[in-house]
């Protein structure tokens, strides 16, 4: 039984990419594992998702992984004689020529940058340590003017943030990623470089329903579309790496809180990530700025926190996992959290899904409810369950592994496979077994039950029941 609602999401790598660091990271709160496809050989991804295939059946409860594929990847070229000094105000040239780059220009790999480019756009270095403008562009090269100058060495990632791109968010090397992630059986596909909705339905296209869809928000062209690529998602994680490169910083923190906001009033997971725990990575212990951003996104009613390079590469993968659950876990037992994340109301369709979460959530309110249990093969009803952010503890009951696996990144919900359900009688039954059994309550407390009738039809969420565990 878990005491937290918001769920944590680790990132493996050389840190903890075994057995024995891996179980210990379940252990310490971890419900969803990050792979990133942009590091390592397919070998080593097949090696740990076996590893937390393994570590699922000791923990005894469902884990999740999310792949996430790497996206195109922008790049300058060599430079001649090793790393070069720009000077604020310099001239400097970005072109198609292959030959090693000089003080005064470097190749750029890419003349779909050069296509979309105009006057006075901005191009980002080093993940925005040098900026440029262009003061003139042809089809094949870019003259910049240098506004804030430093050391540019070969092969830095190159932002576009004044530009949309006619680039495809999936390249070739996504490609072959993806047919061998979905054959390994991942849970969540997380896709980067967004900028339109078109992008979403690719991407809907190659995965179907093998796993769902997490779009990284991380382009500011995918903000100014946000609603539309929200509802194609499945969920939704704020990138805030190259967020905060391609935009000024001081808009970061609204846009973070609109995206949150949006996806709570749909109803669909959203996850925070970049630099939560980013001193752990070197520090035992965390500074007091990131206890207070992980502890606003708590306040706010995210399903979900991750953890980068302080679990796949830093000095301390299990106790920032701690500490990262130790602060959500104080943040919900503050009263005013249950004001704060009631504040949203989320958008309900005049359907009788829609209704059966909203009466759930107002008997959880009247009558002194252990927990919620919700049935359902495809999550849906789960989902809408969780959506409400109902008081009692959610779990969620399936016959799937693939769905409970998915459920393992949703506020509140505990997800749990059981038999397959034939009768009001015997989801009753079963309901109060499982609660009781996983100590979500003891004899003679109340819980309320959510399904769908039929049985076994995704999407029909009707009946609401409550009912006294023997």
């Not at 212990?285 to 995210?302: F, K, Q």
Request: charged share 25%; glycine share 6%.
């Amino acid at each position: 039984m878990s005491s937290r609602n918001a769920k944590i999401i680790a990132t493996l790598g050389p840190a903890s990419s075994q057995h024995a660091s891996i179980l210990a990271l379940a252990k310490a709160g971890v419900n969803v594992f990050r792979i990133n496809f942009s590091h390592g050989e397919h070998a080593d991804h097949a090696e740990r998702v076996a590893m937390i295939r393994e570590v699922e059946t000791v923990v005894g409860h469902p884990i999740g992984v999310l792949m996430d594929i790497q996206g195109p990847k922008l790049r300058v070229g060599v430079f001649e004689n090793g790393p070069i000094m720009l000077e604020e105000g310099a001239s400097f040239t970005l072109d198609l020529d292959t030959a090693p780059g000089t003080q005064h220009r470097v190749n750029l790999p890419h003349p779909e940058i050069f296509a979309a480019l105009n006057a006075g756009d901005r191009l980002l270095l080093d993940d925005g340590k040098i900026q440029l403008q262009v003061s003139s562009c042809t089809a094949d090269s870019a003259l910049t003017r240098v506004l804030v100058g430093g050391k540019l060495s070969e092969r830095k990632g190159v932002n576009v943030p004044d530009a949309a791109l006619n680039i495809s968010p999936i390249t070739e090397k996504d490609h072959r990623d993806l047919t061998f992630g979905l054959s390994l059986g991942v849970d969540w596909v997380a896709f980067s470089f967004v900028q339109k909705p078109d992008d979403i339905r690719e991407a809907r296209s190659l995965v179907g329903d093998k796993a769902r869809i997490m779009v990284k928000l991380e382009k500011p062209q995918a903000i100014e579309s946000l609603e539309e690529i929200v509802d194609l998602s499945d969920a939704v994680m704020v990138a805030r790496g190259d967020l905060g490169v391609e935009l000024p910083p001081e808009n970061v923190p609204p846009i973070q809180k609109r995206i949150v906001r949006y996806c709570r009033l749909t109803g669909k997971p959203v996850v925070i990530a970049t630099q939560m725990l980013e001193s752990m990575i070197e520090s035992a212990t965390p500074t007091r700025a990131e206890t207070n951003d992980i502890g606003n996104a708590i306040y706010d009613g995210v399903d979900a926190v991750m953890l980068s390079a302080e679990t796949a590469a830093g000095k301390y993968p299990v106790e920032a996992v701690e500490v990262m659950a130790r602060i959500i876990e104080q943040v919900e037992c503050d009263p005013h959290y249950q004001q704060l994340i009631n504040s949203v109301q989320p958008e309900r369709q005049r359907r009788a899904s829609d209704a059966i979460a909203a009466a759930l959530s107002r008997v959880v309110e009247v009558m002194p409810v252990a927990t919620t249990v919700c049935y359902s093969d495809s999550g849906a009803t789960a989902l809408r369950c969780a959506r409400e952010r109902p008081r009692s503890p959610i779990l969620g009951l399936t016959c799937f592994d693939n769905t409970a696996r998915m459920l393992t990144v949703v506020w509140g919900v505990n997800p749990t496979v059981c038999n397959t359900i034939d009768s009001v009688d015997s989801m009753v039954s079963v309901a109060c077994d499982v609660a009781r059994d996983k100590g979500y309550a003891k004899a003679d407390d109340a819980i309320v039950i959510t399904a769908g009738m039929p049985f076994g039809e995704p999407g029909r969420t009707n009946l609401l029941r409550v009912a006294r565990v023997s």
